[in-house]
T-cell receptor, first 117, second 118 residues
């Protein structure tokens, strides 16, 4: 697609429910990133994919968070047994490559706002 | 680990005036990239300007320019002739120039909310 697409745009869920957030990166971008943006905070790195593998999952806050990427394209971030502190905007970004001496620019989607009641 | 600090949570500027947003960072590396991203209410992060650390010349993009002071680890953004559409949250970000490992990701500051007054 022309840009990074994320869905849903907004999600309201009840505490304890599972949620899935989807990211469709720019076509041809091999690297994909998930960030979390809480109110008044900067962007917190969650996970990075190069192709279908995730070399760095160090930012996932707990084992309730997981992510996968299939076909080197679409990625899904899953949050199990949601808690109120999970409420945030989840941003996805992609880039041409995550390795090598490149310019480093990330292209972002509009994010998915998650509200846990 | 690298850190990025934006000491101004909020700034305001009159339309057509100039404003400077501050950013400092901490790193032990000599080669890296620095970025300013803009996030309007639509939430989508948009790249404003990029600077490679090995370049001494400050980057410029139309009304946007940076003052990159490598020794001081400072990377400020100057917006000239401010427009109403410049109102947004601005994030400073750092990325290592090394490949592999955790070097590819961007580390962001907490942002500066810019208000432009008519």
């Amino acid at each position: 697609g022309a840009g990074v697409s994320q869905s849903p745009s907004n999600k309201v869920t009840e505490k304890g429910k599972d949620v899935e957030l989807r990211c469709d990166p720019i076509s041809g971008h091999t690297a994909l990133y998930w960030y979390r943006q809480s109110l008044g905070q900067g962007l917190e790195f969650l996970i990075y994919f190069q192709g279908n593998s995730a070399p760095d999952k160090s930012g996932l806050p707990s084992d309730r968070f997981s992510a996968e990427r299939t076909g080197g394209s679409v990625s899904t971030l899953t949050i199990q047994r949601t808690q109120q502190e999970d409420s945030a905007v989840y941003l996805c970004a992609s880039s041409l490559t995550g390795t090598g001496k490149y310019t480093g620019e990330l292209f972002f989607g509009e994010g998915s706002r998650l509200t846990v009641l | 680990a690298q850190t990025v600090t934006q000491s101004q949570p909020e700034m305001s500027v009159q339309e057509a005036e100039t404003v400077t947003l501050s950013c400092t960072y901490d790193t032990s590396e000599s080669d890296y990239y620095l970025f300013w991203y803009k996030q309007p209410p639509s939430r989508q992060m948009i790249l404003v300007i990029r600077q490679e650390a090995y370049k001494q010349q400050n980057a410029t993009e139309n009304r946007f320019s940076v003052n990159f002071q490598k020794a001081a680890k400072s990377f400020s953004l100057k917006i000239s002739d401010s427009q109403l559409g410049d109102a947004a949250m601005y994030f400073c970000a750092y990325r290592s120039a090394r490949s592999g490992g955790s070097n590819y990701k961007l580390t962001f500051g907490k942002g500066t909310l810019l208000t432009v007054n008519p």
